[in-house]
């Protein structure tokens, strides 16, 4: 159960944690959130801890659920089981909705391995079964650990001192589909030159099967969209889902509903041909044409065909469109090896060395619906798998082009004329026989840290005492191959539609007849690969600068040096854009180095007077000389108060600043030129209140001709291009965090443990595009801030002739640091052990109860998506949608009862993730849009609140076999259905997806 730092593993509330890193309970330990020593574990930054007992009673094999049930975390939407993206395939942590890359992960105290450009910990890497505890912080500790601690620092504390052989298996089994995960677990370790030194190997193997939506049923099966379901007619509106729609909310005058009804690509099987004129718009021959071939009545949608491609018809939507839901996973096979070792030797008795090292092969895959193309497509007009009238419909097509068409296909264009016996076409076609896309990814991490720590002694009695030192190198290397399977090739495909020397077609794309040869001539498969390595060298001293009268002033000082580097290269057929099915992705590859110099203090002010029990003051440092042009040197710092007013009461409270570099990705990400609808506002395009002198200003002082300001010789077409992509000036993330709380151990009932805290995180210059976009960014230099020195005017290129954005004079909407955001809310949490005078026949005559709980009430989440626009704020909390992401409730709470006799604990645990309403009325009501609409006129506008039961329990045979076991949402919760949810038709990554899910484990110990 998550609780603070003064609660783990079963320990009374007042006992000390363990020290970090093993070493004696009774000396000083060092608590997350600090580097210094102390012989208290309370701390100005509240510390959650879960323990190894929670993670094991919880039943997850991966770390990264056990996290996100916690209150202070979200659902991780792209890094958890559920996510289902391609690339994927990890698993992080997302501290206060924030996002995983303004959170950091550390093992014993130090940086763990990355991956990929944007710098993230897999959690993939951290064996459930290794972790001895982890204890989070959420709030800025950039001061104490570095960049990217914005919402806080996840410390997995590891069993890293152990003797003997233990062997450890567990099972998981989901009600509704059967699927096994297994897990086991290898452990080995002893000490050797007479005690002096200790050597631990573990070993894990994991396989967790895939569960694909289909496989799901219920609420998974389909893909749903919202809509107006009509009873008891054959309206197309009536197409199936299972669900009811709320009552009494009309939509139509014909008496529809408001629900969910099934939805789909209009990209399907048979082929949906359109891009073409509608009946009514056509000409009197094409028209005619149309009505030979039975399309007398096309419309927008095209036309498709019956199975054998013999006859076409109007394609009709949703009864035709194609079911995205069944082939893709709603969990992702996995399939871990690792090792990891820890070993360490004490040279002398005041010099010890150490060692941790990792190594894992993680293979995790992903698998979506067949591949779909649709772009405009040349055929030959005489195409021989054509009925003679619809061939005739391709030679009235060919006759009534706008001349000439040029006609794209990834990495080969054509251009077509009049008359030419070329027909263009959109054909949109989802090719099944190719096989579902599949994507691997397949992750290759080694991790190796090697230190030396020791005592250096005293200078003197009282000054500079009890002084330690720590020195260590890690270097970190993830190689990360993502294989791409069953896409299509633009150009393949074109080349396979058009007859070569007067043969047939390769493909016949009409109906079902894609044979293999067809199938073999298009499909093409991708290999993209990634390396990321880190490297990180400290040296630190801790110890008594000197004495107060109130106590010893501890300090702890150091230097740090870190590097990171990652290199992304695609697929070329992926990178040029031929790929259909997969998204293309830009060669990527930089580094950034960091030169740190810290220091912290812990000064006792007061102790043992009347309402002062103890006072003690905290402040640390950190001063950052980064190898960034845009960051540069940059200090970061904290203070903090710890007020124990009495053995009973203790006021505690902190302010930190932290900050974030930006990360190899943000920096060096490929470029991508995107062409799109805008308005210029110096053309004659944009509303007649905006065409004023202070405009025309700013137009002419960023290359636009005078005389044509506001005409359409600027932007003859509502077309411009822009970059987007990397910035390498980027400048860092800043963020301000406040915590005050109240923590209680009363005296009358030492058992007693509650504490309440306050957090209130401020975050400037996130990390975005450009203004937001380009739009954003034209109206920001021209209509709101109308100076030509600012960095939206400056983005903005013109060709010096005519002052348009054309090629190659391009708006350049890099990343920026653009944005805002900013949370605050109460965190709960309680204890109390209750001794029992009954316990269970045969195993003992007395028992006990624990009670514990973690609760967080969210005050405020608010988003500015840009900081030149401060009134525009997305308000976020009790919300859920495409703007505000994961569900984030207003209650969000973890509670467990735990009975315990002797060797036996039976435990139950309470899930709770409060209601929430869709951010698409939430935000514009919160905006006070005139534009917010009625709360009836939307799908399910709520979630309900969700309540999740845990069964668990854990029995010791003897002092070396144990079994435990248990099962989660014993009351098979289906979650709550929206059609805004990123998979499944529902936030796979915040609500339970796969129901009932029972474990069963035994470990052995030798």
């Known amino acids: 159960m998550p609780a603070v730092a003064q609660t783990a593993d079963g320990l009374s509330p007042e006992a000390p944690l363990p020290a970090a890193d093993g070493a004696d309970t009774d000396a000083d330990i060092i608590v997350t959130g600090s580097r210094i020593a102390r012989p208290e574990t309370d701390a100005s930054t509240p510390v959650n801890v879960v323990g190894q007992e929670e993670i094991k009673l919880s039943g997850n094999v991966n770390i990264e659920k056990t996290l996100a049930q916690i209150p202070q975390a979200i659902g991780s939407q792209f890094g958890s089981a559920t996510s289902n993206t391609v690339p994927g395939g990890f698993a992080d942590v997302n501290l206060r909705g924030f996002g995983a890359t303004r959170n950091l992960v550390l093992v014993n105290g130090r940086r763990y391995a990355i991956y990929g450009p944007e710098q993230v910990t897999d959690l993939n890497t951290i064996p459930s079964s290794l972790v001895k505890r982890v204890e989070v912080v959420t709030g800025g500790s950039s001061a104490v650990y570095g960049s990217d601690a914005i919402t806080g620092v996840v410390n997995f504390i590891m069993r890293d001192d152990f003797e003997g052989v233990e062997g450890r298996a567990q099972l998981n089994l989901d009600r509704p589909t059967g699927t096994p995960v297994y897990t086991f677990d290898l452990t080995l370790g002893g000490n050797f030159a007479e005690g002096r030194g200790n050597l631990v190997v573990s070993g894990n193997y994991l396989k967790r099967n895939s569960i694909t939506r289909g496989e799901r049923g219920s609420f998974a099966f389909l893909s749903l969209n919202d809509g107006c379901v009509v009873r008891g007619t054959s309206s197309p509106n009536t197409a199936g889902t299972p669900f009811t729609p709320p009552a009494g909310m009309g939509c139509v005058a014909g008496g529809g509903e408001l629900g969910f009804v099934a939805g789909g690509s209009g990209d399907i099987p048979n082929g949906r041909f359109s891009g073409i004129p509608t009946f009514a718009a056509a000409n009197p021959a094409l028209q005619s044409a149309y009505a030979a071939a039975g399309l007398g009545q096309v419309g927008g949608r095209g036309f498709t065909f019956n199975d054998a491609g013999t006859a076409a018809r109007p394609q009709i939507s949703p009864q035709d469109d194609f079911n995205l839901g069944p082939d893709n996973y709603l969990i ?68 009534a082009e706008i001349d000439p068409i040029t006609v794209a296909a990834g990495t080969s264009s054509r251009t077509t004329t009049r008359g030419d016996g070329l027909a263009v076409l959109t054909a949109g076609r989802r090719y099944a026989e190719v096989g579902a896309r599949m994507a691997s990814e397949r992750r290759n991490v080694f991790r190796g840290a090697w230190g030396l720590r020791g005592d250096i002694g005293s200078l003197s009695e009282n000054a500079l005492s009890d002084l330690k030192f720590d020195v260590y190198y890690t270097y970190a290397r993830s190689e990360n191959t993502l294989k791409l399977s069953n896409a299509i090739s633009r150009s393949r495909l074109q080349a396979s539609l058009l007859s070569v020397g007067g043969a047939a077609p390769v493909c016949n794309i009409f109906g079902q007849n894609i044979d293999d040869a067809c199938a073999s001539a298009i499909a093409i498969n991708a290999t993209n690969t990634t390396v990321a390595t880190q490297q990180v060298a400290q040296a630190s001293v801790t110890g008594t600068l000197f004495n107060l009268p109130a106590g010893p002033v501890g300090f702890s000082t150091g230097v740090e040096w870190r590097k990171t580097s990652a290199e992304f290269s695609p697929d070329s057929f992926l990178a040029s854009g031929d790929v259909a099915g997969f998204n293309p992705g830009l060669p990527t590859q930089g580094s950034t180095s960091v030169k740190e110099v810290f220091g912290e203090v812990r000064i006792p002010l007061l102790s043992d007077i009347r309402f002062i029990d103890s006072l003690t003051a905290n402040a640390a440092f950190r001063y950052s000389d980064y190898s960034l042009s845009g960051v540069g040197g940059v200090w970061t710092y904290l203070g903090g108060l710890d007020w124990k007013i009495s053995p009973d009461i203790t006021i505690r409270g902190q302010y930190q600043r932290a900050i974030r570099a930006p990360n190899v990705n943000e920096l060096f990400g490929g470029i991508t030129r995107v062409v799109g609808v805008a308005t210029d506002p110096c053309s004659d395009r944009g509303p007649a209140s905006q065409q004023t002198p202070a405009v025309r200003a700013v137009c002419v002082a960023t290359g636009v001709p005078n005389a044509a300001v506001f005409t359409r010789d600027v932007q003859p077409e509502p077309i411009m291009p822009a970059d987007f992509g990397g910035n390498p000036n980027l400048g860092e993330e800043k963020s301000d965090t406040y915590t005050l709380g109240v923590v209680l151990t009363p005296r009358f009932d030492r058992r007693l443990f509650i504490s309440v805290d306050y957090f209130n995180i401020g975050l400037e210059g996130a990390v975005a595009s450009l203004g937001g976009g380009l739009q954003n960014t034209l109206n920001l230099c021209y209509v709101v801030l109308q100076d030509a020195n600012s960095e939206f005017c400056q983005a903005i290129r013109r060709n010096p002739n005519s002052g348009g954005i054309t090629d190659p004079f391009v708006a350049q909407i890099r990343n920026a640091n653009t944005g805002m955001l900013k949370t605050s809310g109460i965190d709960i949490a309680a204890r109390y052990r209750l001794d029992l005078d009954f316990g269970f026949p045969g195993l003992g005559s007395a028992s006990n109860l624990t009670f514990q709980t973690n609760w967080t009430w969210l005050n405020e989440f608010t988003s500015t998506p840009v900081a030149a626009f401060p009134n525009i704020k997305n308000k976020c909390v009790g919300s859920f949608g495409p703007t505000c992401g994961q569900p984030l409730p207003r209650w969000r709470g973890t509670s467990r009862i735990t009975w315990e006799v002797e060797d036996l604990s039976l435990s139950v645990r309470h899930r709770y993730l409060g209601p929430v309403t869709t951010d698409r009325y939430l935000v514009p009501l919160r905006q006070g849009s005139a534009a917010t609409p009625a709360l009836d006129s939307i799908v399910y506008p709520r979630l309900a609140a969700q309540n999740y039961i845990d069964l668990s329990f854990n029995y010791d045979v003897n002092e070396n076999i144990q079994f435990f076991g248990g099962a989660n949402n014993v009351f098979n919760n289906n979650p709550p259905i929206t059609t805004q949810g990123p998979n499944a038709n529902t936030f796979s990554a915040t609500y339970d997806v796969i129901g009932t899910e029972f474990f069963l484990g035994a470990s052995f110990k030798f």
Do not use: K
């Open 332 to 399: 992702q096979p996995q399939e871990r090896w690792m090792i990891n070792s820890f070993g360490h030797y004490d040279f002398t008795d005041s010099i010890t060395g150490y060692m941790e090292l990792h190594y894992s092969n993680n293979v995790v895959n992903a698998r979506l619906a067949p591949t779909n193309v649709g772009a405009p497509t040349l055929f030959d007009v005489n195409n021989p798998y054509l009925t003679p009238q619809l061939q005739e419909v391709l030679r009235q097509l060919d006759l």
